[in-house]
């Protein structure tokens, strides 16, 4: 059934994925268009708003002459829309819905901090494998959904879109758990015997000497720089060196001055070490350190990852559009960055460089979302990771 929506009329669902709507309708001047609009739930989760406003800003970047114009974009209402000229002859909303499937799930909130850019990646890598796939008849990437009834709607948003309710189907109990904690039961009841055995079959003591305490050569994962810097520690746990001597690399603003208050942030296994601005507290999660200000206001996250095999151009091209604020400019082949200062008070940005050493080839990457008083800081700190990455090049 059509519907009025604002200056649009015959309005229709056209299809429904998760957090967001599709419509067709016709503007004022009686010219169909597609509006693709977040439901009223996921209107109120600001990570999903800021994938909507960055995909809308790759769409305008990316349009080519097989692309509908977008002819409004509201993206700061509170239900979010963005409306595409509608004509058969050329791409639509369409691409703007796929990419944001492809960029995240389709409902829930999404996530943020330092499972944010693994998670994209996957997303990134299901949508390039379901796009190699036949298309189906209808030319559309899942099952038709039905328009939301029209009792659903809450009385607020009653002007714009009714909500969407997903029924997920029930999941099949997983086998994986009960294999790992089996798995895990046999590894402790052999490092039970395997530590008994050498307890009774050790040296004794009877010559009253002590064995010497084994040395600890971990070190905490944020250090004070230079007093305090990291030290390499055994093979296979190593600590990067924060390296004095690595290339002055800089895709923006300037590096630390000289005198800069700063903290070195290294930690096992890591690739390279950073340094941030003393009044950024960092904590370790893995791949990913994720250094906060101002009461948390203020958010810089830095990681790596790993590229399999020849690390070829697309897997790059996944793992760098998995970053926030695309599309992402590139400098070369391996490094490329993004800028944003659209919102007021807030200085934003991603950072991505590919880089191969002894061990194969990693992306290091870096993203913000800070006080806008800190733009100096952010790039510093970029420039900083680039810097580090590059210098763990093999020669």
């Known amino acids: 059934m059509s519907r009025t929506v604002g200056p649009y009329t015959d309005v229709t669902t056209a299809r429904v994925e998760g957090a967001y709507e599709l419509c067709e309708g016709l503007d004022e001047n009686a010219r169909p268009v597609q509006i693709l609009t977040l439901g009223a739930t996921s209107s109120k989760d600001p990570a999903r708003r800021g994938l909507l406003s960055d995909t809308v800003a790759w769409a305008y970047a990316t349009a080519g002459p097989d692309d509908a114009p977008i002819l409004v974009a509201d993206l700061e209402a509170e239900q979010p829309y963005v409306v595409v000229l509608r004509d058969a002859r050329l791409r639509g909303a369409d691409r703007i819905m796929d990419r944001l499937l492809a960029l ?134 190593e600590v990067p060196r924060w390296d004095e001597e690595a290339p002055a690399e800089r895709i923006g603003g300037s590096a630390f001055p000289e005198g800069t208050a700063t903290e070195t942030f290294a930690a096992a296994n890591w690739p390279f070490a950073f340094q941030v601005p003393s009044e950024f507290d960092c904590a370790e999660d893995g791949a990913t350190a994720v250094c906060t200000a101002d009461d948390g206001e203020s958010e810089i996250t830095v990681g790596w990852l790993t590229c399999q095999g020849d690390c070829p151009n697309a897997a790059r091209k996944i793992m760098r559009e998995a970053l926030p604020y695309q599309p992402l400019e590139e400098m070369d082949g391996d490094i490329a960055f993004a800028e944003r200062t659209q919102v007021y008070g807030r200085w934003r940005g991603s950072l991505s460089v590919f880089v191969t050493d002894a061990h194969g080839t990693f992306q290091a990457w870096a993203t913000a979302d800070i006080a806008s008083e800190r733009e100096d800081e952010g790039w510093h700190v970029f420039n900083d990771v680039l810097s580090q990455a590059l210098s763990k090049a093999a020669e």
Request: aromatic fraction near 2%.
């Open 104 to 237: 995240g799930p389709a409902t829930g909130p999404l996530p943020v901090g330092p499972a944010a850019a693994a998670q994209r990646a996957a997303h990134q890598m299901a949508a390039a494998q379901r796009s190699a796939a036949p298309a189906s008849p209808a030319g559309v990437s899942g099952p038709p959904s039905s328009p939301a009834s029209a009792n659903a709607r809450g009385a607020e948003n009653a002007a714009w879109s009714p909500p969407v309710v997903m029924i997920a189907a029930p999941k099949k109990p997983s086998q994986l758990k009960p294999i790992l904690i089996g798995i895990g039961s046999v590894v402790v009841i052999l490092a039970l015997v395997v530590g008994v055995w050498a307890v009774l079959s050790g040296p004794g003591d009877d010559d009253g000497g002590s064995a010497e305490p084994p040395t600890d050569a971990a070190v905490d994962g944020v250090s004070q720089a230079p007093a305090a810097e990291p030290t390499e520690g055994d093979a296979g746990n």
